[in-house]
């Protein structure tokens, strides 16, 4: 659709925005976040409302202080794509968006995670302040992801890796990083996992699975041309598909039969795709521990034989030592 920006006297081409879904903690996000949902929807925004969105997440207090004119203004759009906002992310007006930034961006005050968010590190800049940021800057990603994470996926998924015969890993670059850890841990406790992170080994891999496998596609853009190939291609030929991504409606998600989302919070030098490395980490350990939880027995056999098999390179290393 085309949309009149009457502060501006310009036309600008905009999508019409599908409204968030508010769910509850249960759910898909906690309806309280509304940061996360301004910056997971951030990709799906053109022109004028995406203008607004950056605004918002570049100075969450002031939005949240500012008039819809003011808002308006800043981000060179109009009152009226700032009601569009609203309603893209679930609001039924400007009011209700500012009690819902106000009301966020005042628990992060007290909870310490304001700290230098946002703020560029500098060349001069002590290590201690560096240290701050990150904490800060991690700690709200962990939260973040609480909120958006669907228990009833990860347990889905749980489910899926518990009976299942294969386990395929796929992720590029750094996403490939985390998912050996995850192939690492399903291996102590007797599941067997594989990662790739070879586009032609994963695809040779993944044409292999079928019914009861499952196939986890790790891209925290959810863009990665390598990883969606994999996924698709495990899930053409019947295994169960699960994207950890940090959008829901990017085309690794879309695909997906399961999708874990995760949040993130950039500083310099962490742009989104490292910052996000912690909060996918987390979705993993607590969807490796759901799995063993259901596999409880074989799980505990397969920990304590896999430990005493490394026993004794441990115990050498101390005698060294």
Same mark, same amino acid.
């Given at each position: 659709m085309v949309e009149h920006e009457a502060d501006t006297g310009a036309y600008t081409a905009v999508v019409e925005a599908e409204p968030f879904d508010r769910r509850s903690r249960d759910g898909l996000g906690d309806p309280e976040s509304v940061l996360v949902r301004v910056r997971t929807q951030l990709p799906e925004f053109t022109g004028a409302l995406q203008?607004?969105?950056?605004?918002?997440?570049?100075?969450?207090?002031?939005?949240?202080?500012?008039?819809?004119? $003011?808002?308006?203004?800043?981000?060179?759009?109009?009152?009226?794509?700032?009601?569009?906002?609203?309603r893209a992310l679930g609001f039924e007006g400007y009011a209700d968006l500012r009690l819902g930034i106000a009301a966020e961006t005042g628990r992060a005050r007290s909870a310490g995670w304001t700290i230098d968010i946002g703020r560029e590190i500098q060349p001069s800049d002590p290590l201690q302040r560096v240290l701050d940021q990150i904490m800060a800057a991690d700690t709200r990603a962990m939260q973040d992801t609480a909120s958006l994470l669907d228990l009833n996926e990860v347990e889905r998924a749980a489910d899926a890796i518990a009976g299942a015969a294969r386990v395929n890993i796929f992720g590029a670059s750094g996403s490939a990083l985390v998912g050996g850890e995850m192939q690492f841990s399903l291996?102590?406790?007797?599941?067997?996992?594989?990662?790739?992170?070879?586009?032609? $080994?994963?695809?040779?891999?993944?044409?292999?699975?079928?019914?009861?496998?499952?196939?986890?596609?790790?891209?925290?853009?959810?863009?990665?041309?390598?990883?969606?190939?994999?996924?698709? $291609?495990?899930?053409?030929?019947?295994?169960?598909?699960?994207?950890?991504?940090?959008?829901?409606?990017?085309?690794?998600? $879309?695909?997906?039969?399961?999708?874990?989302?995760?949040?993130?919070?950039?500083?310099?030098?962490?742009?989104?795709?490292?910052?996000?490395?912690?909060?996918?980490?987390?979705?993993?350990?607590?969807?490796?521990?759901?799995?063993?939880?259901?596999?409880?027995?074989?799980?505990?056999?397969?920990?304590?034989?896999?430990?005493?098999a490394v026993d004794g390179h441990k115990a050498a290393r101390e005698a060294r030592s």
């Open positions: 203008r607004v969105a950056e605004q918002v997440l570049t100075d969450p207090a002031a939005a949240a202080r500012a008039t819809i004119v $003011e808002l308006a203004e800043r981000s060179g759009t109009s009152p009226a794509t700032v009601t569009r906002f609203c291996h102590r406790i007797g599941v067997a996992a594989w990662a790739w992170n070879d586009v032609h $080994e994963g695809l040779a891999s993944a044409a292999l699975l079928r019914g009861g496998d499952v196939a986890l596609g790790i891209s925290h853009t959810g863009q990665t041309r390598e990883t969606i190939e994999t996924l698709a $291609e495990a899930g053409s030929h019947g295994a169960t598909t699960v994207a950890l991504t940090g959008f829901p409606r990017s085309p690794l998600a $879309e695909l997906a039969d399961v999708v874990l989302l995760t949040a993130s919070q950039a500083t310099t030098f962490r742009p989104d795709a490292l910052s996000a490395r912690h909060p996918q980490m987390v979705v993993l350990d607590l969807l490796y521990i759901a799995v063993a939880q259901r596999t409880h027995d074989r799980a505990h056999s397969a920990f304590q034989r896999t430990a005493k």
